[in-house]
């Protein structure tokens, strides 16, 4: 078993497993591997370069796709997903990295994918312009940078051309990772101290004084001793924001909590007591293993269906950041290509609206509402802002810090945050009062 090619546990399967797992089940890729390699820990040790080529084959999957069909004489769709991801690992790996032909044949042979020397020669001269030769702009663009036509068209439509090609460049980079010291358990100066010592150059943010942005390392911040002893917690600046911009407050309640970063915060910042439900069982659990980590006490961890809150009290503060389409997070998790559809969009949007009528009725007089998400769409944030002041009377009001680019269609209080301008997740807030 040893002697073939890639030894018994080729990097190329590996990752078309985790990748047909993820695209299977429609979830976080990030996920996926934790699972993975929970279950194979004698294989810990090609995590890093898996996270990195997944990362590459799902920011080039449309490329990939269509060398399939022109030189490999597939379609890719009407393939199992093991071996389709195994084929896209195969023409990114030919296209891409500096890998033998040997191997790619080697590894493609073993497992009966048919890629043989001509194949490999043709796919290593084609171009993606060559690929894009007789399409119209959004299929060159969508082909350029593996988005879905849909999404492609969308951000073209929201953002004019020049903005919306720089947002897609952002999209199939590597993304800022930004930490949040826990203050709770350390201060920021010692925790930059003893980051830099690990390897991880970080600096605090300018808005957010407790946020620090990594620079460089040499180690993944999950890896490093002050992780798990819960000194500091891996979460985007703008998600940090939605947190800050509420203010302080003795009791909150955060609907859809989990993982539980933003409850933590709102902990952390002001010492309240949060309620923070959700919906899934597993997620709770999740939750509940972060909140210990962080010895955040003062959050209580209930699973609870949060259109219906099983809660008597009326709240001053409440966080909503509902379940969205992710298309700000395109740059973090690729893996969202594989299967987001405009119809979701819709979906989501019902089902935050009714999140909405939930977090209003929770609220009391003169009580503020945080309305976050990490996508992008009109439908999913200021449609449903507008939908809330019109229907359940809660007024829109200026979101401070003002860190990102006012709201869209007249919602100048909101703020839109993208990744090619901020260094965060593609990300939208408001905040509204109860009238």
Avoid at 53 to 61: E, I, K, M, N, T
């Amino acid at each position: 078993m040893g002697g073939e090619v890639g030894g018994p546990y080729p990097i190329e399967a590996i990752v078309a497993e985790v990748v047909a797992v993820a695209e299977t089940r429609r979830t976080s890729l990030r996920a996926v591997m934790e699972e993975y390699f929970k279950r194979n820990p004698h294989l810990e040790g090609a995590k890093p370069l898996t996270r990195a080529f997944a990362a590459g084959v799902l920011r080039s999957y449309r490329v990939l796709d269509e060398l399939a069909r022109r030189v490999v004489g597939v379609e890719p769709g009407r393939m199992r997903p093991f071996e389709r991801n195994l084929l896209r690992a195969l023409l990114y790996e030919a296209k891409y990295r500096p890998v033998s032909a040997d191997r790619v044949l080697g590894v493609a042979k073993r497992y009966g994918i048919g890629l043989g020397p001509r194949e490999l020669s043709l796919v290593r001269e084609l171009e993606p312009e060559d690929l894009a030769r007789g399409l119209g702009e959004v299929g060159r663009l969508a082909l350029a940078y593996s988005l879905p036509e849909w999404v492609v068209e969308y951000l073209l439509k929201l953002l004019g051309r020049r903005e919306a090609e720089e947002l897609m460049k952002a999209f199939n980079r590597n993304p800022t990772v930004w930490l949040r010291a826990n203050t709770m358990k350390v201060g920021v100066r010692e925790l930059v101290e003893r980051l830099g010592r690990r390897g991880l150059v970080v600096e605090v943010d300018e808005h957010l004084p407790f946020m620090l942005r990594v620079v460089r390392g040499s180690v993944s911040p999950s890896r490093v001793p002050e992780h798990a002893q819960g000194l500091f917690y891996v979460q985007d600046k703008a998600s940090a924001l939605a947190v800050y911009a509420l203010g302080g407050g003795e009791l909150v309640a955060d609907l859809t909590a989990a993982p539980g970063g933003k409850a933590s915060l709102a902990n952390q910042l002001w010492g309240a007591e949060v309620v923070a439900l959700d919906l899934r069982g597993k997620r709770v659990g999740v939750m509940s293993r972060l909140l210990r980590r962080l010895g955040a006490e003062g959050v209580h961890a209930v699973n609870a269906d949060s259109t219906m809150p099983p809660l008597r009290a009326k709240f001053r503060k409440v966080i909503l950041d509902p379940d969205c389409s992710s298309l700000g997070r395109l740059g973090h998790s690729p893996e969202i290509r594989l299967w987001i559809k405009p119809e979701l969009v819709h979906t989501y949007a019902a089902e935050q609206r009714r999140l909405l009528r939930a977090a209003g009725e929770l609220l009391e007089r003169g009580g503020e509402l945080v309305y976050s998400t990490c996508t992008l769409t009109l439908e999913e944030n200021e449609e449903n802002v507008l939908w809330a002041r019109d229907v359940l009377g809660l007024e829109p009001v200026e979101v401070q810090p003002r860190v990102g680019l006012p709201g869209m269609l007249g919602l100048r209080e909101a703020q839109r945050l993208y990744p090619h301008l901020h260094d965060t997740v593609g990300f939208f807030l408001a905040k509204l009062v109860k009238v």
